[in-house]
């Protein structure tokens, strides 16, 4: 029988009601000859009672930031919850089903807490379940280090089991339901008109993903890409066909394939002849990196050096320029609008047509970069929605 890995988000085993949905998405794999091996998430989002949100508002700031790995801890509690609580309903409809934290699936982790990397995956327990006819439910977001120390993968990182257990079972697809019906040319709570993208590259989505789009987590797009497995994002809700990510196209034809967008970006702009005198100005992308300041949207000027780096580290790069004397400006609650498509590779003039769609509309543009498939143009977060919609419109 071939396996295949069935991940549900947390909208999807919220509750009572949208679980059944779930069991019968599980039913019918079964019903197919699959073996399912499920990953769930945390059920529910913020405010709910068991999600990774709730979990995380019962401890304190100052606690979370000293104790990453006390934190992996009580957050990994979520998933288990669901596991168990999805196990004892499929039970009732006479699937025989066993809950599994990430460690007894076998997810052997680094110790990098809050944002563990997966270093192996030992997966004889799973394959035990599977021979004797029994769904394994695993927790996703979570592994175990090779001490015993309950690690998470990063927020969202529920996807990126799925992938991994895909390519370590050499599974047939990986199934991410969730609540949209695929992954969209923009997120459908921005653009009312956003529409499905049915067949997309590995490339592709992994920009999306890596440049904000929430719907799938680009870890799990690069595991799954290095496997070679089929990677379909549906909804739960219904029956539609969904996005089906692998390696048929390559190549797509067309120039935009959608908008993302990434908020809580510092623009930081620091010019030479403020700083003439500084031997520090000379060293300033070093300086940044020993105190782990990431940052991009780098231009490098003879007169100025312009970057972003997150809104969150604003306080760490004010208190270092201040202490080596450097004077700087910079402009806060900025967003970075990422314009993907493959299909934009040469073809003169989408930069231009960009800029101009915004400026019609009086949307400022702080900077641009470009790659091979995206476009970046950083805004004002006040104009962020705004600016999608103007772009979609004009491209979609
Ligand atoms: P889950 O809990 O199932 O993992 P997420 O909330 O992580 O779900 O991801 C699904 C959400 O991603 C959608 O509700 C949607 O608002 C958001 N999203 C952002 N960009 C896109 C996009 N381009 N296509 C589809 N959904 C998107
Ligand atoms: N529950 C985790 C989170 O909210 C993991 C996930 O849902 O993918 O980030
Ligand atoms: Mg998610």
Redesign the pocket.
Known sequence: MEIIIQKF?GTSVACNEKRKLVIDKIKKAIENNYSPVVVV?AMGRKGDPYATDTLLSLVHSNFKKKNAKAVDFLISCGEMISSAVLCSELEMQGIKAAPLTGGQAGIITDNSFNSASVKKVNEENLLKLLSQGIVPVVTGFQGVTEEGDITTLGR?G??TTASILGVALKAKEIEIY?DVDGIMTADPRIVNDAFVISNMSYNEVFQFADQGA?VI?PRAVEAAMRGNIPLIIKNVLNESKGTIIDNSLEESNKIITGITHTSGRLQVIVKAMNNKNNINYKHLLNILADKHISIDLINVFPEEKIFTINEEDKFNLIDTFKNLDIIFNFEDKCSKLAIIGSGMKGVPGVMASILESLNNENIEVLQTADSYMTIWCLVKTENVERAINILHKKFM
């Open positions: 988000g998430s969202g529920s996807d969730t929430k987590h």
